[in-house]
């Protein structure tokens, strides 16, 4: 996950969204989350990286928080 929170909560959309992915690709990550506001950004990732991984676009620090401490194990047990 990459970016920037403001005050309220609210996400703000971050640079060099290709490069990032990438990198997270290149390391074997599977999911990653980013601003909403840089969707748009993942058109220039190459399709045969995109395809791999699951994109989580938010607006906020609630979405991120859940986003990033969701779990199966903790599915599965409720």
Wanted: aromatic content about 2%; proline content about 4%.
């Amino acid at each position: 996950m990459t970016g920037e929170i403001t005050l309220r909560g609210r996400v703000l959309p971050i640079g060099g969204v290709k490069e990032k992915v990438l990198a997270a690709a290149r390391f074997g990550l599977k999911t990653v989350i980013l601003p909403r506001q840089n969707e748009a950004d993942l058109d220039d990732v190459p399709a045969t990286v995109r395809e791999g991984m699951e994109f989580i676009l938010v607006d906020s620090v609630d979405e991120v928080l859940e986003a990033a401490l969701e779990s199966e194990a903790m599915t599965a047990v409720i």
